[in-house]
């Protein structure tokens, strides 16, 4: 069965989208994949002489760029339903929420309401969207206007815009910010790698960390613009053993896409997962094979852009003392900043008790470990060395690598005697301490640790 695919590449003025088009035209290309793009709109029609500065206002501007915007994406779509292909990947540059940046609040509700558009469903509509931060962030040197007739902004109005597509795009169940940390060439294969992961090329590996957080200031977070809150109701269903099964009811203010999910332990913090977004209709359907020994989940979700790094902190109405901050990573090895008004108590990626499953049979978060002040009374236990070893094999594409018989142990001893075995060509330790987690390589020459 064919599998239509529609992600937004958005960001500032002078990140890399056009560039980042080439890429990933030639990368998805050889995986097999019809690679359609959409044109930025606002380019189009600004070198077509319809700008703000020539319509009547700019929110008339902003809402026939919306209205061109849709039947664009719609002609695709109907375009892409008809092809023979298998993997069919639709990209746009930019999408109908990026309007939000240029126009205040009030005006882009009354853009949704005109167009007859919720601003949840329309934001959530693509499935995945990747930010590029403008070179005006990081990388002044590179930032020019000489590639794009229809860009004006200086580097302070660059940096501006670059801020409020971020919080525009805030709240997407899948959203990613590639910044201006390496040169130009890794950005954009960092950008690759995301996409990649998202498509599941080679398996849509998730790689998630989460923490037992103290209670957060809910009016702070409120009142962040690069913060916006979700409303999620999670039921589990009936699954095969090793497998997790669920749906999801998302959004706020009666505003809801559906989603169910499989997922399946590859190892600790690894997980294969597969997502699909369905209608109420089937949603409501598969409650009917909801698990019975599962109390339906629900939570208030408030995904917090800080740092170019995607938050989401978790909190439930059985506590009122302290909640969860989930971050999907990349690389088991990134490191996470956390912003300076959470007050990370310890990690619990490992602990099963946790898991949002286990939270739905005891409506309760275990602290029995946690005293009075909400320190972790298992910190000393938690800083000690955790030593892992395995053999470590390249991917077909060298785009990456993967990890077999790994074995992980606090004994040093024991795990080196195993990394001596034939076929076994790593050893590392890891240690977390405060939430940071540090992780060091043997090198066989030096003899150390590095």
Same mark, same amino acid.
């Given at each position: 069965?064919?599998?239509?695919?529609?992600?937004?590449i958005t960001?500032?003025?002078?990140a890399?989208?056009?560039?980042a088009?080439?890429?990933?035209?030639?990368?998805?290309?050889?995986?097999g994949?019809?690679?359609?793009?959409i044109?930025?709109?606002?380019?189009?029609l600004i070198?077509?002489g319809?700008?703000?500065w020539?319509?009547?206002?700019n @929110?008339?501007?902003?809402y026939?760029?919306?209205?061109?915007?849709?039947?664009?994406?719609?002609?695709f779509?109907?375009a892409a @339903?008809?092809?023979?292909?298998e993997k069919?990947?639709i990209?746009?540059?930019?999408?109908v929420?990026?309007?939000k940046?240029?126009l205040n609040?009030?005006?882009?509700q009354?853009?949704?309401? $005109?167009?007859?558009?919720? #601003?949840?469903?329309?934001?959530d509509?693509?499935?995945?969207?990747?930010?590029l931060v403008?070179?005006a962030k990081?990388a002044?040197?590179f930032y020019t206007?000489?590639?794009n007739a229809?860009?004006?902004?200086t580097? $302070?109005q660059?940096i501006?815009?670059?801020d409020?597509?971020?919080?525009?795009?805030?709240?997407?169940?899948h959203f990613?910010v590639?910044?201006?940390?390496?040169?130009?060439r890794n950005?954009?294969?960092r950008?690759i790698? #995301?996409?990649s992961s998202?498509l599941?090329e080679?398996e849509?590996?998730?790689?998630e &960390?989460?923490?037992l957080?103290r209670?957060?200031?809910i009016?702070k977070?409120e009142a962040?613009p690069n913060c916006? &809150?979700v409303?999620?109701?999670?039921t589990?269903l009936?699954a095969?053993?090793g497998d997790?099964?669920r749906?999801?009811q998302?959004g706020?203010?009666?505003?809801?896409?559906?989603i169910k999910?499989t997922k399946?332990?590859?190892s600790?913090?690894?997980?294969?997962?597969?997502?699909?977004r369905i209608?109420?209709d $089937?949603y409501?359907?598969?409650?009917?094979?909801?698990?019975i020994?599962? +109390?339906?989940?629900?939570k208030?979700r408030?995904?917090?852009?800080?740092?170019?790094q995607?938050f989401e902190?978790d909190?439930?109405?059985?506590?009122?003392?302290?909640?969860?901050?989930?971050?999907?990573l990349t690389?088991?090895?990134?490191e996470?900043?956390?912003p300076?008004?959470?007050?990370?108590?310890? $990690?619990?990626?490992?602990?099963?008790s946790?898991k949002n499953?286990?939270?739905a049979?005891t409506?309760?978060?275990?602290?029995?470990?946690?005293d009075?002040?909400? +320190?972790d009374?298992?910190?000393?236990?938690?800083?000690k060395?955790?030593?892992?070893?395995?053999?470590?094999e390249?991917?077909i594409?060298g785009?990456g690598? +993967?990890?077999?018989?790994?074995v992980?142990?606090?004994?040093?001893? @024991?795990?080196f005697?195993?990394?001596k075995e034939?076929?076994?060509n790593?050893?590392? &330790?890891? &240690?977390?301490?405060d939430?940071?987690r540090?992780?060091?390589?043997?090198?066989g020459?030096?003899k150390k640790?590095?």
């Open positions: 069965m064919f599998n239509i695919t529609k992600i937004v960001g500032g003025p002078c890399g989208k056009s560039t088009m080439t890429w990933i035209q030639d990368h998805f290309t050889k995986l994949y019809k690679v359609l793009f044109a930025e709109t606002a380019t189009e070198t077509g319809v700008a703000p020539t319509c009547k206002s @929110y008339h501007f902003q026939n760029l919306a209205k061109l915007q849709i039947a664009k994406e719609q002609a779509y109907n @339903y008809e092809m023979p292909d069919i990947l990209v746009c540059d930019r999408g929420p990026d309007g940046a240029y609040n009030a005006d882009y009354k853009l949704m309401s $005109e167009l007859g558009e919720f #601003e949840i469903t329309m934001r509509k693509y499935d995945a969207v990747f930010s403008t070179a990081g002044e040197e206007l000489a590639n229809a860009r004006t902004e580097v $302070e660059a501006e815009k670059d409020a597509i971020i919080a525009a795009w805030t709240g997407h169940p990613r590639i910044d201006n940390s390496t040169d130009f950005k954009m294969m950008l790698s #995301e996409i998202f599941g080679p849509p590996y998730e790689i &960390r989460k923490f957080i209670y957060p200031d009016e977070l962040m916006k &809150r409303e999620i109701m999670q589990y009936n095969p053993e997790e099964v749906v999801r998302r706020s203010d009666g505003q809801f896409v559906y999910t399946r332990k590859i600790d913090v690894k997980r294969l997962e597969i997502e699909k209608s109420q $089937e409501l359907r598969l409650l009917m094979d909801a698990d020994t599962k +109390h339906p989940i629900r208030t408030y995904c917090l852009t800080w740092n170019n995607y902190i909190v439930y109405p059985f506590s009122k003392t302290h909640a969860i901050v989930e971050i999907e690389n088991e090895n990134d996470i900043v956390f300076e008004f959470l007050n990370v108590i310890c $990690e619990v990626t490992d602990d099963p946790y499953a286990a939270l049979t409506l309760a978060f275990d602290l029995t470990d946690i009075m002040a909400g +320190h009374i298992k910190a000393e236990n938690a800083a060395w955790v030593y892992e070893t395995g053999r470590e390249p991917e594409l785009s690598s +993967h990890e077999y018989d790994v992980r142990t606090t004994d040093e001893t @024991y795990a005697r195993l990394a034939a076929g076994r790593y050893i590392t &330790r890891s &240690r977390t301490i939430g940071v540090e992780t060091q390589y043997w090198d020459y030096s640790w590095i």
